[in-house]
């Protein structure tokens, strides 16, 4: 299996700052090529989300140069070992973020949506409502958003499109930095060859159509690096033209 990565990010129409902090790596290890990706959105409407988001992207990196190549001494990576591993660098980055807020009297937070492609597995952990994407002859959302009216439509008092017009479609049920308590979701799967895994906050998916994303993104689009910035640049101006307002963020990794 091989990789292409890229990351696009935009600060939008209206912020003063991009909040928003993402990374995709090719990495070499033991068992082969993996790719790490990770994508944070920093609470808009709290101070300093831009410190939080990065202070995550960094536990990650610091996760996949310490952590990693050991794990990788065994002849597979286990799922049990990166969720454990994984749930306790995001509690950690809970307990530090909030004890940054307090001492500077601010609240700050952010989602987190990792992911790990190996040569044949994928793992992805989700706080607050970035998602994941696959893309191959159709486009799969690959995580649940842990938002009230997510909640709302697992209960069936919500419909789909209820939830997409609600005013509350933004508020989360917990996020890194700011949750007494932080619980990420965990999921797994086969990766495919000649797949599009695409990584995005909320900002990059409120004005375009599931449907404008795959058109662009799908997996014939997307031949080299360029190509994948050139359609991701394109479809963040898409979102501007139609009124987003928050930071607009994207990841892709194209396997063949």
């Known amino acids: 299996m ?29 068992l082969g090529r ?30 996949a140069v310490e952590k990693l190549p050991l794990l990788c001494e065994k002849p597979y990576l286990q799922d049990a070992a990166i969720s454990e591993q994984w749930g306790e660098m995001v509690t950690e980055q809970n307990r530090r973020i909030k004890s940054y807020g307090a001492k500077k009297g601010v609240r700050l937070g952010t989602t987190v949506v990792a992911m790990l492609l190996t040569q044949s597995r ?32 697992a209960l069936g008092n919500m419909t789909e499109e209820e939830a997409r017009m609600d ?8 996020c890194v930095g700011a949750s007494d308590e932080v619980y990420p979701d965990m999921f797994y799967g086969d990766v495919r060859e000649n797949a599009v895994y695409m ?44 009124g987003e307002r928050d930071n607009i963020s994207v990841a892709l990794v194209r396997t063949f």
């Open 2 to 30: 091989n990789f292409i990565v890229s990351a696009s990010t935009d600060i939008g129409t209206t912020k003063k700052t991009n909040q928003d902090s993402l990374s995709v790596k090719v990495i070499r290890t033991r």
């Open 34 to 63: 993996m790719v790490l990706a990770v994508l944070c959105d920093g609470m808009g409407g709290l101070s300093e989300g831009e410190v939080a988001s990065a202070a995550v992207i960094e536990a990650f990196h610091g996760w």
């Open 122 to 153: 994928y793992y992805i952990l989700n706080v607050g409502d970035s998602r994941v994407y696959e893309l191959t002859e159709g486009i799969r959302q690959l995580t649940a958003d842990q938002t009230f009216v997510a909640r709302e439509v």
């Open 167 to 174: 005013e509350r479609r933004n508020v989360l049920l917990q």
């Open 199 to 242: 990584l995005c906050s909320d900002g990059f998916r409120h004005e375009i159509t599931p449907g404008e994303i795959y058109d662009s993104l799908k997996p014939l689009e997307l031949f080299d690096e360029q190509m994948m910035k050139w359609h991701s640049e394109k479809l963040i101006e898409r979102n501007k033209q139609r």
